[in-house]
């Protein structure tokens, strides 16, 4: 379970780094020396082909023999679980660039921030290329520092390198992103912002790839996930007129007047007449307002025929009690959390202590589920991967993905955790 009060294990889907950096532990890659430019070159530890079977990181193409392999012109793949027709491809190394901003010999407050999240994605990504090498990939990365500038990664997108690679995953800010897309549709090379929604800004055919939503997209599959969990139940939205507040508003009635069901949008001095006339109330309050928040679940508290749908910000509010949290029925949605009891994070949590030592921060879980997944399916699909794994389901440590396939050659990750906070005061995944 994920224990509310330990909040770097709670990966809020926010925006800007800056926000984010406000939770991360401040690490260093332990033995590894991240310079502008490290090169990390992985060779298979098993053959790639047996006899019978080939694993590629989790992705099992099935023939009868090496030579039936080659000469064949489709193989079944397994990936993470599903299976797939695909032609062969005798691709035997896979070649991946990141681009992040260490902002190394940088100075400033914001540069240590980008600094503090580059290095601890990258500790997932070096834990990612290790399992992938230990199933028998072999995986060429190079890493570049951006230093948030974009005379940088013009230069940086100069090298011969960037010709041959499969997969480039990064950088995170726009002006820097648009640069390597414009260079990336040259070479159909496919493109991962691996911590903002990035909108697409030029007509090119390199295919993107969101794995984080933006704010309105995220209320919005918040509120169509809602839909499905609570059924029948009647549904309210606690008014506010913030800056926050308004664009969650928006998203949330697109979505509920897409499904034709009603919501509607209450003071909260008119609630109690919603509660005492509801079999089953769910209350959406996506405020950011700490004194809004206190006097919504003292309202609700006790009430077992509401259910409060708010944000993950308000366990950093010291003015609720422990003991009004206790008493409220109480749900949060978001795009990144990780379950410290799933089986999958205990494995990583023992092989990060064991290579870095401590505790491993949230980014570093984010790294290593994205170059997992996006690698396994260069070596499933080729580059073309899309379309395969648009409008399917891959469960992930922090999150699911499910990418749709968007009109302008994007595909989003159309998924959001909802989370229940239960008897023990632990957040729990419904999914």
């Known amino acids: 379970m994920i224990s509310v009060l330990n909040h770097l294990r709670l990966l809020n889907g926010n925006k800007t780094l800056v926000f984010f950096s406000f939770f991360l532990l401040i690490v260093s890659c332990g033995s590894l020396n991240v310079s502008k430019r490290n090169t990390v070159v992985l060779q298979p530890v098993e053959p790639a082909y047996s006899d019978e079977t080939s694993k590629s990181g989790g992705v099992v193409i099935t023939t009868d023999n090496k030579k039936q392999h080659k000469n064949a012109k489709a193989s079944i793949v397994t990936f993470m679980g599903q299976q797939f027709e695909v032609p062969v491809s005798d691709v035997n190394e896979y070649r991946v660039a990141v681009i992040l901003p260490f902002c190394f010999n940088k100075e400033g407050k914001i540069n240590e921030q980008l600094k503090s999240v580059s290095m601890e994605y990258f500790e997932g990504v070096e834990l990612a290329l290790e399992e992938l090498s230990k199933r028998g990939m072999n995986v060429h990365t190079e890493i570049f520092d951006s230093q948030n500038d974009t005379a940088v990664v013009s230069g940086i997108l100069k090298q011969s390198y960037f010709k041959t690679v499969h997969l480039v995953i990064g950088p995170v800010y726009d002006s820097e992103f648009a640069l390597v897309e ?68 928006r998203a949330f ?84 959390t990780v379950s410290q009891d799933d089986s999958e994070v205990v494995i990583f949590n023992e092989n990060y202590n064991a290579k870095f030592g401590g505790v491993s921060g949230k980014f570093s879980y984010i790294g290593y589920d994205q170059t997992i997944f996006f690698v396994q399916a260069l070596a499933a699909f080729g580059t073309g991967f899309g379309a395969y794994i648009q409008g399917k389901s891959f469960p992930l440590m922090h999150t699911s993905f499910q990418f749709e396939h968007m009109n302008n050659d994007t595909y989003e990750n159309r998924f959001v955790n909802i989370l229940r906070l239960n008897e023990n005061f632990d957040l729990e995944k419904i999914r």
């Not at 090379?189 to 969101?210: A, D, G, Q």
């Not at 919603?274 to 609700?300: C, Q, R, Y």
């Open 253 to 336: 009635l697109r979505a509920f007047n897409e499904k034709k069901k009603s919501l509607q949008i209450v003071d909260l001095n008119m609630l109690n007449q919603h509660i005492a006339s509801s079999a089953e109330l769910i209350v959406i309050a996506p405020t950011k307002s700490d004194i809004t928040v206190h006097n919504l679940l003292n309202l609700t508290a006790g009430k077992k025929n509401v259910n409060v749908v708010g944000e993950m910000e308000w366990f950093d509010f010291p003015i609720i009690p422990f003991a009004t949290w206790a008493k409220c029925n109480l749900f949060f949605y978001n795009n990144n």
């Open 182 to 249: 414009r260079f990336c549709s040259v070479y159909g090379i496919p493109l991962v912002n691996p911590l903002r929604f990035y909108s697409k800004r030029n007509r090119t055919s390199s295919p993107i790839y969101n794995p984080v939503s933006d704010d309105s997209n995220r209320h919005y599959l918040a509120a169509l996930q809602l839909m499905k969990l609570f059924g029948t139940s009647k549904f309210v939205m606690l008014n506010d007129n913030t800056a926050a507040g308004l664009p969650a508003r």
